[in-house]
């Protein structure tokens, strides 16, 4: 399937929900009216015994509350609006069981039976992965979103079905960039996230994992676009971070809705203003061989922001989308 990727009319972002596991219920929710099985009949090569599933190893499965290949509950224990339509779900962890996620690039998914449809959707936590007690899912409420509407009507105390670790993409250690447990990058020493909405999650994870490491000395550029103001998810963390460390640390915020005084730049603020290679080109770094860019978004964004990242120099080895 991974040569045809970029090649599938629904885009990537669909397939890779369904990356390393079973699709048959992401392929039904999108294609409810193709008979599959027939278009597929000269394909079938046998079933799959399911006693040839290896089990997990007693250690894991006693440390960590997700499952790799078999969905778990989690109960819902608190809900708190961050932001204009932005929710944040606190689920609780069985025990002294960690969630389950090690690396940044890691996700999980989110499964629920809706309007008669088994509807997935893949989701990074904002809590840290050594989190125990309970983690956090960061969702954006679109009044026309299946899943994001259903987890908004949850009462506290509901649970909801989740499975993983997900993710090809890796940031194991310092400097290094791995897709599939294969190193891309290992001499990193600037990272760049540019992100869209709750596209934040992720990179916040891969934030974490740089500044809290004393031997990682990476540093990192941050372009988060949003609406306006009121749709930034994560500014409470951000800016302390890019004031504490200024010579490292360097937190762009890209505000499609005009302030008072219009397109007026208000220190790590654009106002006004939409997100495009000139821009892009005066906020990041040069792409030199040990710069990384990285960007996670809705599918359009994540199409036009690989396609801007290339004419302004960065190659595609050099370029990761969460």
Same mark, same amino acid.
């Given at each position: 399937?991974?040569?045809?990727?970029?090649f599938h009319p629904?885009?990537?972002?669909?397939l890779?929900l369904?990356?390393g596991g079973?699709?048959?219920d992401?392929?039904?929710?999108?294609?409810?009216?193709?008979?599959?099985h027939s278009m597929l009949e000269?394909c079938?090569i046998g079933?799959?015994?399911?006693d040839?599933?290896?089990?997990?190893s007693?250690?894991?499965?006693s440390?960590?509350?997700?499952d790799?290949?078999q969905w778990r509950?989690?109960?819902l224990?608190?809900?708190?609006k961050?932001?204009?339509?932005?929710?944040?779900?606190?689920?609780e962890?069985p025990?002294?069981k960690?969630l389950?996620?090690?690396?940044?690039g %890691?996700?999980?998914?989110v499964r629920?039976k809706?309007?008669g449809?088994?509807v997935?959707?893949a989701?990074t936590?904002t /809590?840290?992965f050594s989190?125990?007690? /309970?983690?956090?899912?960061?969702?954006k409420?679109y009044?026309?979103?299946?899943?994001s509407?259903?987890?908004d009507?949850?009462?506290?105390?509901d649970t909801?079905?989740?499975?993983?670790?997900?993710?090809?993409?890796g940031?194991p250690e310092?400097?290094v960039v791995?897709?599939?447990?294969? /190193?891309?990058m290992?001499?990193?020493?600037?990272?760049v996230?540019v992100?869209?909405?709750?596209?934040?999650?992720?990179?916040l994870? &891969?934030f974490?994992?740089?500044?809290?490491?004393n031997?990682?000395?990476?540093?990192i550029?941050l372009?988060?676009c949003n609406h306006?103001?009121?749709h930034?998810i994560?500014?409470?963390?951000?800016e302390p971070?890019?004031?504490?460390f200024p010579d490292?640390?360097?937190?762009?915020?890209?505000?499609?809705?005009a302030?008072?005084?219009?397109s007026?730049e &208000?220190g790590s603020?654009?106002?006004g203003? %939409?997100?495009?290679k000139?821009m892009?080109?005066? &906020? &990041?770094?040069?792409?030199?061989?040990?710069v990384?860019a990285?960007?996670c978004?809705p599918?359009?964004f994540d199409e036009?922001?690989?396609?801007?990242?290339?004419?302004?120099g960065f190659k595609?080895?050099?370029?990761?989308?969460?």
């Amino acid at each position: 399937m991974t040569p045809y990727l970029k090649f599938h009319p629904g885009g990537i972002a669909d397939l890779l929900l369904a990356a390393g596991g079973d699709c048959t219920d992401l392929f039904n929710e999108k294609h409810p009216w193709v008979n599959g099985h027939s278009m597929l009949e000269k394909c079938y090569i046998g079933q799959l015994d399911p006693d040839s599933v290896t089990a997990n190893s007693n250690s894991e499965s006693s440390r960590f509350a997700l499952d790799k290949t078999q969905w778990r509950h989690f109960t819902l224990a608190f809900k708190q609006k961050v932001s204009h339509q932005t929710v944040k779900f606190t689920f609780e962890l069985p025990g002294t069981k960690l969630l389950g996620l090690e690396t940044p690039g %890691q996700h999980l998914k989110v499964r629920a039976k809706i309007n008669g449809h088994m509807v997935e959707r893949a989701f990074t936590p904002t /809590s840290k992965f050594s989190q125990s007690a /309970s983690f956090d899912l960061v969702v954006k409420i679109y009044p026309d979103g299946v899943m994001s509407s259903y987890l908004d009507n949850l009462a506290i105390g509901d649970t909801v079905e989740m499975l993983g670790p997900q993710g090809v993409l890796g940031y194991p250690e310092a400097g290094v960039v791995t897709v599939g447990g294969q /190193s891309k990058m290992t001499n990193v020493r600037h990272v760049v996230m540019v992100a869209a909405g709750t596209g934040i999650a992720p990179m916040l994870q &891969l934030f974490r994992a740089i500044m809290e490491n004393n031997k990682d000395t990476t540093k990192i550029t941050l372009v988060d676009c949003n609406h306006s103001l009121r749709h930034i998810i994560a500014l409470a963390q951000l800016e302390p971070l890019a004031n504490m460390f200024p010579d490292r640390v360097m937190v762009h915020h890209v505000l499609h809705e005009a302030s008072e005084d219009d397109s007026t730049e &208000l220190g790590s603020f654009k106002t006004g203003k %939409q997100l495009d290679k000139t821009m892009l080109a005066e &906020l &990041l770094p040069k792409a030199s061989p040990d710069v990384a860019a990285f960007h996670c978004g809705p599918p359009a964004f994540d199409e036009a922001v690989g396609i801007m990242l290339k004419s302004i120099g960065f190659k595609e080895k050099q370029i990761f989308m969460f």
